[in-house]
């Protein structure tokens, strides 16, 4: 049940790709939490440890849990919380209640039953304030959020730190953190230097803490990113030289999302042609050829314009 979720929170970090018929890695797995926490952490979020004060009741109805530990955010007026509760076959959220539903995914809401609860208090980014982001009691997932709980609070005080944590990433493969940076890059208000985040999440993508399947979910970051810089910026050449990059490694899916992002950008920017080398334009066409051949992408106009690649039919 846990790897169909975690199936669908792909899905719902990534609208743009189809779920992956295969079961998910625990990278994967690491990087949708890091993702979905990340979005609340970003927010106003509070985190708290407590225990269910009952056992669930009829469908739609509120669970009360009686906070034993605050972790992060502001404190609660009383002891108790009362989080709305739903399953996937009746959730209702405004959405069809998938992400609700998703919170409550890998808990049984029993009588005391102990829980670390990700609660929004702050809509935007694909959390809804007085809505759980992730409720859990495997404790290795409480150890993963309250380690994303610390990195939140130590960037809230020096947010110019976090080139050491995306440094990190190459060192020590950690996909959960991976997956929060990528979010405290792209929507953090903490960053007011766009060049620095968009350099910085470059540096991301196609990194080895982050799994394929967030890959088309990375580029379309920073296509954003992209657009968003002065037509002078260096780091708009960083980003196409990082898409041209991994777009040259056979058999990964990044690869398939770096050449469709450079596709997207060649069809609106004449320029992206002159940013990378010759070297590397060479690279990028003889695996975009060997993807078209293998049937992974199909042939791409654009792009091959853009980019002056002269697609070679097999004979």
Same mark, same amino acid.
């Given at each position: ?134 409720? =859990?009691?495997? !404790? ?5 959020? *309250?380690? #994303? @709980?610390?990195?939140? $609070? ?124 010759? =070297?590397?334009? !060479? ?5 975009? *050829?060997? #993807? @078209?051949?293998?049937? $992974? ?19």
């Amino acid at each position: 049940m846990r790897n169909i979720l975690v199936l669908i929170g792909l899905a719902v970090l990534n609208p743009r790709s189809a779920v992956p018929a295969r079961a998910p890695s625990q990278a994967e797995q690491d990087y949708i939490i890091g993702s979905r926490v990340g979005r609340c952490l970003v927010l106003q979020c509070q985190v708290f440890r407590g225990s269910f004060k009952a056992n669930a009741g009829p469908p739609g109805d509120s669970v009360t849990v009686r906070v034993e530990e605050l972790i992060s955010g502001p404190s609660p007026k009383t002891g108790e919380i009362s989080i709305p509760y739903a399953q996937f076959q009746e959730g209702n959220s405004g959405d069809g209640g998938q992400p609700l539903a998703m919170a409550w995914a890998s808990v049984k809401v029993a009588h005391n039953t102990s829980v670390t609860i990700v609660l929004a208090l702050e809509s935007g980014w694909g959390v809804r304030a007085g809505l759980p982001v992730f409720i =859990t009691s495997n !404790e290795k997932e409480i150890g993963t959020i *309250r380690s #994303l @709980v610390e990195e939140s $609070s130590r960037l809230e005080h020096s947010p110019m730190q976090v080139s050491s944590s995306v440094a990190s990433l190459s060192r020590t493969p950690n996909p959960a953190l991976a997956g929060y940076l990528a979010v405290y890059l792209t929507w953090s208000k903490a960053l007011s230097n766009r060049e620095f985040s968009a350099d910085l999440l470059s540096q991301i993508f196609g990194n080895p803490s982050v799994p394929d399947a967030a890959a088309d979910d990375l580029v379309f970051s920073l296509l954003g990113k992209y657009h968003g810089l002065p037509a002078e910026s260096g780091v708009r050449g960083t980003i196409v030289r990082r898409l041209t990059q991994v777009g040259q490694q056979p058999g990964r899916h990044a690869a398939v999302s770096a050449i469709q992002g450079l596709a997207r950008l060649v069809g609106s920017d004449e320029s992206v042609r002159t940013m990378p080398s010759e =070297t590397a334009l !060479e690279g990028l066409a003889n695996n975009y *050829r060997g #993807l @078209v051949k293998r049937g $992974s992408i199909p042939r791409n106009p654009t792009f091959e314009t853009g980019l002056a690649i002269k697609y070679e039919t097999a004979r």
